[in-house]
């Protein structure tokens, strides 16, 4: 093509893009004018949109597809706008005119490669500079072959935008995709191309041009099958047959049956047949209208003229107006869900502004800032702690799974109830089963399993270790507090872990609560040192706290419950009624031949007692062991239950929990110098750029809401 003037290319281009076209009704154009809109206020990278993706595999005439479609001449040297996808956008702007050619960088880019390949940007004046910006772009991107290393990748995954803004007569984007390939010598390039065509058909507001080639079989085009992966349902998928004059003669019939849409392979929105233009008019710089006029001679001839093709699916003006149809009804299907989408991402953008926080560049500005996180922080924990799960900030006491932990009372109330049913049930260092438990029980850890004979045994052998100068059937007062002491050693390990366990709790509710108000990683960061040891001192006093309780178990026995002595007392009577129970069956069974009976008579009466006499125990020694054991029992039961409430309320409320509140709050940050305030809170470059960057989507979004009429 000849360099021309810029008002020649003007006077020229924009009619070949715009008015050649005429691809909208009046309702498209109302459509396609909000999605422009919504376009321009530059959320198309946040929000898909719909648009056109022209696709096939290499060599299967896309670019000219496209070109028919677009009105753009491509390129179609070797090499380029093959390798990377490439973007056009449309828009009808009377107004002004001018063309721009940019590089969308990949996500997957550092900020820093993303920075250099934002900076690129050409101001198109002729299409014929396209080559050259072309492989300007695939240099920057470093595509193999064009300046790169030799083992540099064949293919990129960053995006060529050509945005073209003045009398194009319609609003659209437009993507060429790079063809997909089935053998290469480099297994990734192969891998990236799909995964770059994929991220385009997956997308439900991306119309499919699948290009096949006529002269191919159909059932080997992999865009077929991608197509009919991500559009399941067929309402987005049109298939392009190119190429038909490349056929061997005889062979027309076939790529008929496949443009009517009979063949084996059928998609839900049919095919359709154009003709490429042939490398002479390419040369000769074919217009439109030339284009159309030589496909209506092509098909009107020869054999083709005798498939009864139906003609509406000839040519690639009837595709265009097929398009214009089919944008009608996407766009019209998809425009509501666009608008929700705009309002979702809304929402996430003014919650992470929120996130961010005010500005702060100076000490005063991080004061305020500092303030606020604090105050917040002693809400949210107070609340925790208080078990007000309904306040200001439900959204964090929302439990997932098992995450109790958030729901920080109630996570206590669980841990200190376990605590207090495994003191009752498991806390004893010797524990009574009966011959048949013996065999199949398991003990605790650090617990014995005996019988009620061994039992004894152990009660008697402590008596005799701690004989005094009582008489026979008295015990020392040292026997209880032995025994008690043996019976409880575990105490000190049970305790320990259930503190352990309350400190770890404690630990990610802090940790969690931190995170939902201040959502700076690196003000997090350094709050949390401080916190932390704030709740490592509050920790060691609460250690400190059990250790005393320990101090007090390992004293003398100390108790003025009632509960002891009524427990003692009904111990001691059930068991006289048990020992008179076997006495009186015995002397049933023994004198009366299981034949009782006893009248008023005095004889009888002094028989029954003298049977009696014969039976009570006179071990003396017996009894004091039997005594003891029932005092062990009845005082290790009214201890054990003291030991657990002051453990959970000296121990656990008193030192971790009635202090949480103020481990962090408005109080903290007013001792805090201006250079405290700096060194904690200063506001990185990073977060500053993302502020800036978040209220400008903002502004886009809430414009973008406007102009799609809500």
Known sequence: ????????????????????????????????????????NGIGDHVALPQLVVCGDQSAGKSSVLEGISGIPFPRQDGLCTRFATEIILRHDPSEQRATAMIIPHSSHTADEKTRLSAFRRQIRDFSELPGIIEAAAKLMGVRGHGAETDAPAFSADVLRLELVGKTGLHLTIVDLPGLISVSEVEEDVQLVENLVDSYLENSRTIILAVVPASSDIDTQGIIQRARHYDKAGHRTVGIITKPDLINAGTEARVARLANNSDATKLRLG???????????????????????????????????????DRSRIGIDNLRQFLQDLLDSHIERELPTVREDVRRLLVEINNEIVDLGMERSSPSEIRVYLTRIASDFHNLVKAGVDGAYAGRDPAFFHVNSDEIYVRLRAAIHKENEEFAAYMRQHSERRTVVTEEQLETAEAEDGQLLLTDDEMMTWVRKIYHETRGRELPGNHNYSLLT????????????????HVDTIVSLVSRFIHSALAFVAKDPNVRKSLTEGIKLTLQNHTTEAYKELEKLLLDEARHPVTYNHYYTDNIQ????????????????????????????????QVEIKKLLYSLQGRIMVDMTERACMDARTDLAAYYKVAMKTFVDNVCRQVIERHILSNLPSVFDPTTISMYTDEDMVRLAAESGQIRDRRVEMLRLQGALEQSLRDLGV
Not at 277 to 303: H, I, M, T, W
Not at 482 to 497: K, P, T, V, Y
Not at 571 to 579: F, I, M, P, T
């Open 1 to 40: 093509m000849e360099s021309t003037t810029e008002v020649d290319w003007t006077l020229l281009d924009w009619e070949r893009v715009g008015d050649g076209l005429h691809l909208q009704t009046s309702r498209t154009s109302e459509r396609l004018n909000q999605i422009d809109r919504v376009r321009a």
């Open 271 to 309: 095919f359709f047949l154009v003709k490429n233009p042939s490398p002479a008019e390419l040369e000769n710089g074919v217009s439109l209208s030339d284009r159309q006029k030589a496909e209506l001679a092509f098909f009107s001839a020869g054999a083709w003229k005798k498939q009864n093709i």
């Open 482 to 497: 032995e025994l008690f002491h043996a019976q409880s050693e575990r105490w000190g390990s049970i305790s320990r872990r």
């Open 570 to 601: 009904k111990a001691r009577l059930d068991r006289s009624k048990q020992d008179l129970k076997s006495s009186m069956d015995d002397a049933i069974h023994e004198d009366w031949n299981d034949k009782f009976h006893v009248s008023n008579s």
